[in-house]
């Protein structure tokens, strides 16, 4: 099993700020087969990127993936108030992992 | 509209069975792979089971093999996941899921339902 570890915890941003959220797999992704979610209180995970680097269907630009192998980074450019949620990365190169999540809140 | 609908969810007694169903609309049912995942409170999403859009193919994670059966009606547009022998562990809201159809094989989920609650508790 692919173990998926995310950092930080914890991502303390203001609106307007760029956040950075990482993903980190315990051996290398096949074809980059990570994806990476949102999910707000009360919700069902959104897919947002597939493929490592696409974006998913009515996703904004200012969300954007990157990486390969054991890495991976979700980028969104400029932080709008409904950006604040969990974040998760899954691959699903082999049997489907997730990973623990990013908690982006609101400095 | 793409909706997915869950039930069948409620509370169980240690060792005792649960069917879950899935109730598609607004997409062809029989073009697309679909999975069941699970979040216990607070954690986060547990892939649990997948199917082939015709039904010959089902996978499982570990931790669900050989106690759940996922299974679909193409005919009623549902999904199915049967569930036995079930442990504190299995405590958890349970997702259906559509792949997206990009690839072959294990896929990313576009579509989530809102989700049915099983809690496993004497």
């Known amino acids: 099993e692919i173990v998926l570890t995310q950092s930080p915890g914890t991502l303390s941003l203001s609106p307007g700020e760029r956040a950075t959220l990482s993903c980190r797999a315990s051996q290398s992704v096949t074809s980059n087969y990570l994806a990476w979610y949102q999910q707000k209180p009360g919700q069902a995970p959104r897919l947002l990127i597939y493929?490592?680097?696409s974006r998913a269907t009515g996703i904004p630009d200012r969300f954007s993936g990157s990486g390969s192998g054991t890495d991976f980074t979700l980028t969104i450019s400029r932080l709008e108030p409904e950006d604040f949620a969990v974040y998760y990365c899954q691959q699903y190169g082999s049997s489907p992992t997730f990973g623990q999540g990013t908690k982006l809140e609101i400095k | 509209e793409v909706q997915l609908l869950e039930s069948g969810g409620g509370l169980v007694q240690p060792g005792g069975s649960l069917r879950l169903s899935c109730a598609a609309s607004?997409?062809?049912?029989?073009?697309?792979?679909m999975n069941w995942v699970r979040q216990a409170p607070g954690k986060g999403p547990e892939w649990v089971s997948a199917?082939?859009?015709?039904?010959?193919?089902?996978y499982y994670a570990d931790s669900v093999k050989g106690r759940f059966t996922i299974s679909r009606d193409n005919s009623k547009n549902t999904l199915y996941l049967q569930m036995n022998s079930l442990r504190a562990e299995d405590t958890a809201l349970y997702y259906c899921a559509k792949e997206p159809g990009y690839i072959i094989g294990y896929d990313a989920f576009d579509i989530w339902g809102h989700g049915t609650m099983v809690t496993v508790s004497s």
């Open positions: 493929g490592a680097s």
């Open positions: 199917i082939s859009r015709s039904g010959d193919y089902t």
């Open positions: 607004g997409f062809t049912f029989i073009n697309y792979d």
